[in-house]
């Protein structure tokens, strides 16, 4: 298989993956789902509590105004909280609220549930070609981000 073949083959079964994992964990979640932008920004704030909208925007490689909106609606939802920073009351620090924090985790732990039970079902050279393959998708990941943050 040619690099292009390779590179198209691989794109496509790992957007694949995620999408087939997204719908699973959807399925059973009791909350109606988060649109990509809106679970995007609250794992960034999760991660980076206190990031303000200027930056999350560029973090996520958004405009500041698609993210103001994101804020609004997360916050109209009880999932972010805003506060005024002390240094500089024309800045906001984003704060993820416990009901946020419960849902993310749930998340998380469901689709590692639903991932190990697929990947259990995998014979033993099937789970040890995975292992091998962790360390290359590594350094995939990280030529991409720095690719990302060159730009």
Do not use: C
């Not at 998340?107 to 995975?130: N, S, T």
Request: glycine share 6%; hydrophobic share 45%; net charge positive.
């Amino acid at each position: 298989m040619g690099t292009e073949d390779l590179s198209d083959a691989f794109a496509g079964v790992i957007a694949g993956l995620n999408r087939l994992i997204r719908r699973r964990v959807r399925r059973q979640m009791a909350v109606p789902p988060l649109r990509g932008a809106q679970a995007e920004l609250l794992r960034l704030v999760e991660s980076s509590p206190g990031i303000s909208v200027s930056a999350a925007a560029k973090e996520l490689y958004l405009a500041g105004n698609s993210v103001s909106t994101l804020v609004n609606q997360l916050t109209a939802a009880g999932l972010l909280r805003r506060e005024t920073r002390s240094d500089d009351r024309r800045s906001a620090r984003l704060l993820p609220t416990p009901q946020a924090e419960a849902r993310l985790r749930a998340w998380q732990e469901r689709r590692a549930a639903i991932v190990r039970e697929h990947v259990e079902l995998l014979g033993e050279d099937d789970r040890a070609a995975l292992a091998a393959a962790l360390p290359v998708l590594r350094r995939l990941a990280d030529s991409l981000r720095e690719e990302v943050t060159a730009e």
